[in-house]
């Protein structure tokens, strides 16, 4: 019933699926890391950057230039919006910057259903990436396997960025004793600006990359939004590495469950999760430290 | 006779009053239940629309208590609501059961054990952790219900043909569906939710609630199970939600599936916030304003499918400018418009009748026990280390019944990291703490405090955002009621023991003039005397202080050294301050810390005198 190669082909989704998760997952744990604010709008910047893809596809039928410019749009949307509101909420309790910010992810999700509407839309796999590829003992489609190759780019770029650059220095620091960074006459809040930003970008960017496998309606972020949220208590807040493998444990859970029934697929998410929780409270890369 | 007859008119007119007073919020909410099928009509609210606001207040009244009183905030309620409308509609359909109360009931019980299940899980975490395990868990219930339960629960289908409630008592016959008795049924639910929920937001359990909220750590310090008085009202909240599940199932006749849905849990949120959070009512008032809104946007507007747009900006100007929703502006404008700033009204009535020590002193009985043999505290060998920093290092200690004992020792002595081993509040590395002959290693910081160990903190931990009387009937309660106990209703605030217990430590602490004041209002050193006052509410066999002293004026000083005294006559003290002169005056013996160990122990003479002493301080930077 359940053959090798299913099983195989399922484990190889679940690394492109958690490999999505991680990249949204390590967004939204390094602004939560840097500036304290869980961002429940993060799903919704997930859907935007796919419609931000999705425009300019339209526009210029270029998969490349879709993936450059979504991303880059959601960057600067992620700046503004710690501009003209995140950055006025530092200083309040953690439950209202929950609120402000699913607050903003329902207005994201709005305005984008207002414009586009509800019906899905796509873009179609590049001519390049078309069809499957033989993995010696079993053939896969080839834009799954460039989807795996392109997040993984991104996470060792935001990795770079992250522990190879001053900038990374100062973020890492932050999560450490952002007083402490501020003391020492760094100017924080140029940082966390950045920061807000560079994790809206991943999401989006991930949002992009996904939306020739999964089309996008205006709702799809809701859903990716509790999946990262799983994939951070299980890997540990405001951890990076944590995220990316909570990403991938997430993936494989879901594909993994899925090929014996789809049904349960989030209960079993929700039983690991259970299990974390149970067993290192701080998830499995966390400190006791944050939080 | 004719006196003392008059004197119990007169009592008996007085209670009936403050009956009356404490049953008025409620009687308002009779009134405008009553009241609101006459005049809401008429403002384009149906009497659908007016049944929804009723359920959706009742969610909310137990998400109130969670979020607004407790400061969970929770994205899983739909959970629980979906549970009990699913039970109740399934039991009725299949007919089980043909008695409408019955099922509900049943809906309700199903949620609590749900809902104490779930607790267990997503309370193991507070803050955004346990706002991110609610969403999932939500999540988790809405596929539940969708998929490998669909044949009890008709998946996307939902249940249909839920009855409604018809009854007949006498003659009298009760149809649900004819005329306002939909209405009539829903508005007594909905009363008896607010009844409940105003008793226990007044009981005990109300004000740890709202302790809990404010300042978990100290909550947890002066005695109370935080994490069980959790567990408590998560069951509570997951009851009303079940109730108010089975609820919709019959106003709607169908049970629909996305009762289980993300979006009902962010609207409960969202109405919530918008009429106003630790109101019980905000969330009935939030659900009137966007049930009315979608309406407006909808039909008068002609914003078609855009309205939630419009209700998701409400919500986030609410969030950002109106902190208190619509129910807390109005308070607010209230306030502004009859200038009635409690400031201006309160110079206080009786000016601070100055207790001198001779009082203080007169009015605890001179029963110091001193029996050198009698030990109160043994710790031997205590050592904890951070990493590669050995901040206390093999310490044997003991204190015997009565005594009043200095510790001092230069700053990075170890001192703080000691107290905080001998109140549990972090475990020790190895050694053995013993307090009254019991073995207390590995204990938590509650149950210590319950057997009479407590401290007073170095920095303050107090609930800032209670009044001075309320702070100290938190420290009270622990004491009364041990560490866990569901006394719902009964009224804390009416309770004249208590609030004689709470006076007595407040006049001792000398505040008693500023009882009614927020702890945010009150000064420098009336906050350190409030911190010892928490600690000493809990009426410790041993209290322990960690730098009483601490940024006090001298005048202040004097003051808070005559307090220890008198509060050291029946019970056993261990301080720490850097202020020697205080410790030379007050203590009988003094230990002295230096580099994690015990440099040296003796009489306040012998340790002025003492050589390695002043090279700890003077000197000592060998090494």
Not at chain 2, 190 to 212: D, E, K, N, Y
Not at chain 2, 486 to 506: C, G, Q
Request: hydrophobic share 50%.
């Amino acid at each position: 019933m359940i053959s090798w190669s299913n099983f195989i082909s399922q484990c190889i989704n679940g690394v492109v699926l958690g490999a999505l998760l991680a990249l949204i997952s390590s967004g939204l744990t390094i602004i939560y890391g840097t500036l304290g604010v869980l961002n429940l709008a993060h799903g919704a910047l997930f859907m935007l950057g796919g419609y931000a893809g999705w425009y300019t596809y339209e526009h210029t039928q270029s998969y490349f230039l879709s993936i450059v410019l979504g991303a880059l749009f959601v960057l600067l949307v992620g700046i503004i919006i710690e501009r003209v509101l995140i950055r006025f909420f530092y200083s309040r309790t953690d439950e209202e910057q929950i609120l402000v910010t699913f607050g903003l992810g329902i207005v994201i999700v709005e305005i984008i259903r207002l414009v586009f509407g509800s019906l899905s839309e796509s873009i179609p796999i590049p001519h390049w990436a078309q069809g499957i590829t033989s993995l010696g003992f079993m053939f896969y489609p080839t834009y799954r396997l460039v989807v795996v190759g392109i997040v993984a780019l991104a996470l060792f770029s935001l990795w770079l960025i992250l522990y190879r650059t001053n900038l990374g220095m100062i973020v890492r620091a932050g999560i450490e004793d952002s007083e402490m960074v501020d003391m020492l006459g760094i100017n924080v809040y140029r940082v966390f600006m950045v920061v807000f930003g560079v994790g809206a970008m991943a999401a989006g960017f991930a949002g992009v990359v996904n939306v020739p496998v999964t089309p996008i309606t205006p709702d799809v972020g809701e859903d990716i939004l509790v999946e990262t949220f799983v994939v951070i208590v299980i890997g540990g807040v405001g951890s990076f590495p944590g995220a990316i493998l909570g990403g991938l444990i997430a993936g494989e859970i879901l594909s993994i469950t899925s090929m014996f029934n789809p049904a349960y697929s989030q209960v079993m998410l929700f039983v690991v999760m259970t299990i974390v929780l149970f067993t290192r409270p701080y998830g499995l890369l966390g400190s006791k430290g944050r939080s | 006779m004719a006196y003392l007859d008059q004197k119990v008119v007169l009592n008996m007119s007085r209670l009936e009053k403050s009956i009356i007073k404490r049953l008025l919020p409620d009687l308002w909410v009779l009134i405008s239940l009553v009241l609101a099928p006459v005049i809401l009509p008429h403002l384009g609210f149906s009497q659908d629309v007016m049944n929804r606001i009723l359920v959706y207040g009742l969610l909310g009244i137990g998400f109130d208590l969670l979020f607004g009183y407790t400061g969970l905030l929770s994205f899983g309620q739909a959970a629980f609501f979906g549970t009990g409308g699913f039970v109740t509609a399934y039991l009725l359909t299949n007919s089980f059961t043909s008695s409408i109360a019955l099922a509900l009931i049943a809906g309700v019980v199903v949620s609590a054990i749900v809902g104490f299940l779930v607790g267990l899980v997503a309370l193991r975490r507070t803050g955004i952790y346990f706002a991110m395990i609610t969403v999932a868990i939500g999540e988790v219930f809405y596929f539940l219900e969708n998929s490998p339960l669909a044949n009890y629960t008709g998946g996307e289908n939902g249940l249909p043909g839920v009855p409604s409630p018809n009854f007949s008592i006498g003659n009298f016959v009760f149809q649900a569906n004819q005329g306002w008795n939909m209405y009539i049924f829903l508005a007594i639910c909905f009363l008896i939710g607010i009844v409940i929920a105003r008793r226990i937001i007044h009981s005990p359990v109300g004000h740890i609630l709202v302790a809990i909220r404010d300042n978990p750590l100290r909550a947890a310090a002066v005695g109370h199970r935080i994490q069980s008085y959790k567990q408590l009202i998560f069951v509570i909240a997951a009851c009303y939600a079940g109730f108010a599940g089975g609820l919709l199932g019959i106003l709607q006749g169908y049970m629909p599936p996305d009762a289980f849905s993300f979006d009902t849990s962010g609207q409960l949120v969202m109405q919530t916030v918008i009429g106003g959070v630790g109101t019980l009512l905000g969330p009935m008032v939030g659900a009137s304003i966007w049930l009315y809104l979608r309406d407006f946007f909808q039909s008068t507007l002609g914003l078609g499918a855009s309205w939630k747009l419009a209700l998701g900006l409400v919500f986030m100007l609410l969030v950002i400018f109106l902190r208190k929703g619509v129910i807390g502006g109005f308070v607010d404008l209230n306030h502004l418009l009859h200038h009635k700033r409690k400031k201006h009204l309160e110079s206080d009535p009786n000016p601070d009748t100055e207790v001198t020590l001779e009082s203080l002193v007169s009015e605890i009985k001179p029963s110091k026990i001193h029996d050198i043999n009698d030990i109160v505290l043994e710790v031997k060998g205590l050592s904890k280390r951070y990493g590669g920093l050995l901040a206390n290092s093999d310490i044997n200690f003991s204190v015997h019944r009565g005594e009043l004992r200095g510790i001092i020792g230069p700053n990075g002595a170890g001192k703080s990291t000691f107290f905080k081993m001998l109140t549990c509040e972090v475990h020790p590395t190895s050694g053995s703490i013993k307090f009254e002959g019991r073995d207390i290693t590995g204990f938590s910081v509650t149950d210590v405090c319950q057997l009479g160990l407590t401290k007073s903190y170095q920095v303050n931990q107090l609930f800032n955002q209670l009044t001075v009387t309320e702070n100290v009937l938190i420290a009270v309660l622990a004491k009364e009621q041990g560490s866990f106990k569901p006394d719902l209703f009964h009224n804390a605030s009416h309770d004249k023991r208590l609030h004689d217990m709470v006076d007595h430590t407040l006049s001792l602490v000398h505040l008693t003039n500023r009882k009614n004041h927020p702890v945010s209002e009150l000064a420098y050193g009336e906050k350190r005397r409030l911190e010892i006052g928490l600690a000493l509410a809990t009426s410790p066999s041993l209290l322990l202080l960690d730098e009483p002293l601490a940024g006090m004026s001298p005048k202040e000083r004097v003051e808070t050294v005559r307090l220890l005294k008198a509060i050291g006559q029946d019970r056993t003290l261990i301080v720490i301050d850097h202020d020697m002169d205080a410790i030379f005056e007050l203590a009988e013996k003094i230990t002295v810390l230096r580099e994690g160990k015990i440099l040296v122990e003796g009489t306040p003479a012998e340790i002025r005198n003492n050589a390695q002493v002043q090279e700890a301080y003077l000197g000592g930077m060998e090494e």
